[in-house]
């Protein structure tokens, strides 16, 4: 009976040493872009357009904000006319030869001219484009759209898809098991069915 048993307890043992096991401790870890950057008001007015939210993929060419700009498209309206007009004076001041009549006129212009410039810079940052692949990390310009806003005032943070890392802090007794290029797998607690793909990169020796 007694080597009966031994065997067995041998044979045991052996299958239990090639039953495939899971070792899974348990860690924080939190996700951060390295690349990021704040969009904000490119001057005081009212947000008329936010079609993004935290999460979100935006594409190259896709509209980010877009600043209420029937103001400035008004003003600028405004602004062309009197030049135009100023235009026509010089013409018939010119033909008068009355000199001082049109060096008068030609500094009008130039003050025109100006106006019209600073109203078509505020007309072309009214609509913030992407010019790449970027993802919204930050901000909550969806919520405020219709709001009033102001100048330099943050409304949206994004990031490179491609500049996320994941920072995994575990105990120490657990890094012999690690090595570099090692492969894994995240999962999101917003996205638990949604297996992503990680990449050991580096170990660090903070003792935290």
């Not at 491609?162 to 290029?181: H, M, P, Q, S, Y």
């Amino acid at each position: 009976k007694i080597k009966f048993f031994g065997v067995i307890t041998v044979m045991l043992a052996a299958a239990l040493s090639l039953w495939p096991t899971r070792y899974e401790p348990n860690f924080t870890a939190r996700i951060e872009a390295q690349d990021r950057r704040i969009i904000s008001a490119p001057f005081d007015g009212f947000l008329a357009d936010a079609p993004f939210q935290l999460g979100d993929v935006i594409e190259p060419g896709a509209l980010i904000l877009g600043m209420e700009d029937s103001d400035l498209v008004l003003q600028a309206a405004q602004i062309q006319s009197e030049r135009d007009e100023v235009e026509a004076e010089i013409q018939t001041a010119r033909s008068q030869r009355d000199t001082a009549r049109v060096q008068s006129l030609v500094a009008q212009r130039r003050q025109v001219a100006v106006q019209l410039d600073l109203a078509e810079r505020q007309l072309d940052l009214a609509q913030f484009v992407s010019t790449d692949h970027a993802a919204v990390v930050g901000g909550d310009a969806w919520r405020r759209v219709g709001g009033r806003v102001r100048l330099g005032e943050p409304l949206l943070e994004v990031a490179s898809p491609d500049t996320f890392r994941l920072l995994v802090f575990i105990d120490e007794d657990w890094v012999a098991d690690l090595g570099v290029d090692n492969a894994g797998t995240l999962l999101l607690t917003a996205y638990p069915s949604v297996r992503i793909p990680v990449t050991l990169r580096g170990i660090t020796s903070d003792p935290q």
